[in-house]
């Protein structure tokens, strides 16, 4: 087994039903104790993430949608930009999805979501998503007031509706090429709080602080609960979630980047091969590059534009 393999696979979740989140400790940092390793590791994956997301783009059929939930401060934003830090912007799109406008509640609430999903070829980031469909909007009743479900279809069974509605939604994705891959980055109460104290103690991160978020710090345990159950519920094989512990950023980022390589080095992607008909055109560019035909206007054109597959 990798050195990669080992270190994602038991923060792998493929089957939520028996999943619980107080099995999961947000300080652990697995057999990594040394910070300069993991920063090798996390080079390394970067670099091979690189490589593997060219193949991606060249070949122009998976994509990979990444997911990353977490509550405040537990570093999302910085995973996200440590990891992706190799990846060709061109072909990633980070999404940030905030409380809903008015126009996205004028919808049913994948529509937001649906409008950004990966094109082919392509990575998404999803910053916050659907999922906290089941997350803030569960914790706050007052959020599903706001939607305008109409009523009667508001009954103690939306929860579990939801979950299916999600699980059947991702099924669609990944019967459609699009890999989904999702991470809840695990902090702990204790953590959170001392990175809240930061962004009131150190004045470069005073512009981080939200008095909201100390605010919802108070549900906290219903938090707990309604990530535990969306976990269980949503945790496939197809799209399985990754519980990361996320009191130490250096492994946090690690984790993520090793669980990215490892699945889309799963794909075999390769770049596309010139098929031998397109050889042929392939030398007689070559040959015009280095001015060895005749004229171009002697020659026969070819109608089709030259297409590396
Ligand atoms: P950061 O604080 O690092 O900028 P963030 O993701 O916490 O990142 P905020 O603008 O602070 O961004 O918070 C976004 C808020 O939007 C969160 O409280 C989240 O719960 C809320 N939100 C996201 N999606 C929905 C939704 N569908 N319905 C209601 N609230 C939502
Ligand atoms: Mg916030």
């Not at 990594?32 to 994956?45: D, Q, T, V, Y």
């Not at 570093?75 to 990891?83: F, N, P």
């Not at 470069?204 to 345990?221: I, P, T």
């Amino acid at each position: 087994m990798s050195e990669i393999t080992k270190l994602t696979k038991q923060f792998r979740v493929d089957h939520g039903k028996d999943f619980r989140l107080k099995d999961h400790d947000p300080a652990s940092t697995a057999h990594l104790h040394s910070k300069e390793h993991a920063k090798e590791l996390l080079n390394e994956s970067i670099l091979r993430m690189a490589e593997l997301q060219n193949k991606l783009y060249a070949q122009d059929q998976w994509s990979l949608l990444l997911i990353f939930q977490a509550l405040d401060a537990a570093g999302k934003d910085s995973a996200i930009k440590h990891v992706m830090s190799g990846v060709n912007p061109q072909g990633c799109q980070v999404s940030a999805f905030k409380v809903p406008s008015s126009e996205e509640l004028d919808h049913d609430y994948l529509w937001r979501n649906m409008v950004r999903l990966p094109a082919r070829g392509h990575i998404g980031i999803f910053n916050r998503s659907y999922y906290e469909e089941v997350l803030v909007v569960r914790v706050h009743p007052e959020v599903l007031r706001g939607e305008r479900v109409p009523p009667s279809l508001v009954t103690k069974h939306i929860w579990k509706e939801r979950f299916e509605d999600i699980h059947a939604f991702e099924r669609y994705l990944s019967r459609n090429g699009i890999l989904i891959r999702k991470f809840f980055l695990n902090v702990s109460k204790k953590e959170q709080k001392k990175r809240f104290l930061e962004r009131l103690d150190e004045p470069e991160k005073n512009w981080k602080f939200s008095a909201a978020d100390v605010h919802e710090r108070g549900y906290w345990d219903d938090y707990m609960t309604a990530y535990e159950e969306a976990i269980c519920h949503t945790a496939c094989k197809q799209a399985p979630w990754y519980v990361i512990p996320a009191d130490n950023k250096w492994f946090t980022r690690l984790v993520v980047a090793s669980a990215i390589v490892e699945t889309l080095e799963e794909l075999k992607l390769h770049y596309p091969k010139v098929p031998a008909a397109k050889r042929g055109e392939l030398s007689a560019a070559r040959e015009s590059l280095e001015g060895k035909t005749a004229k171009s206007s002697d020659r026969k054109r070819s109608s089709r534009p030259l297409v590396i597959e």
